[in-house]
């Protein structure tokens, strides 16, 4: 098992930047894919980008290409979003995952661990 925690969120102006990071710990990082999500007010868990385990192949939600990159430090056992051109549309608790999943997996339930969460909010 792996034990996730997501930092980095935090209250930024329409056009501003973050950069979330999520902290690994339990099991070999690099034997997992990994995984960025968003939750917005009553709205369900949706996929953002993904990485695989050696960090080579990365994939995107419509939304987030072109504005968010995801990569990772294996060394480090840390993941990172970062994002860029932020929009009021993206407000939501950012989550990272864990997959063990082969390909590029998308759906929640393709992800074994999760984090607890990392509020971003963008002002208009």
């Known amino acids: 098992q792996v034990q996730l925690v997501e930092s980095g969120g935090g209250l930024v102006q329409a056009g501003g930047s973050l950069r979330l990071s999520c902290a690994a710990s339990?099991?070999?990082?690099?034997?997992?894919?990994m995984g960025w999500f968003r939750q917005a007010p009553g709205k369900e868990r949706e996929f953002v980008a993904g990485?695989?385990?050696?960090?080579?192949?990365?994939y995107y939600a419509e939304s987030a290409k072109g504005r968010f990159t995801i990569s990772r430090d294996n060394a480090k056992n840390t993941v990172f979003l970062q994002m860029n051109s932020l929009k009021p549309e993206d407000t939501a608790v950012y989550y990272c995952a864990a997959s063990t999943v082969t390909g590029t997996p998308k759906s929640t339930d393709q992800y074994a661990y999760w984090g607890q969460g990392t509020q971003v909010t963008v002002s208009s």
């Open positions: 990485i695989s385990w050696s960090g080579r192949r990365t």
């Open positions: 339990g099991r070999t990082f690099s034997d997992y894919a």
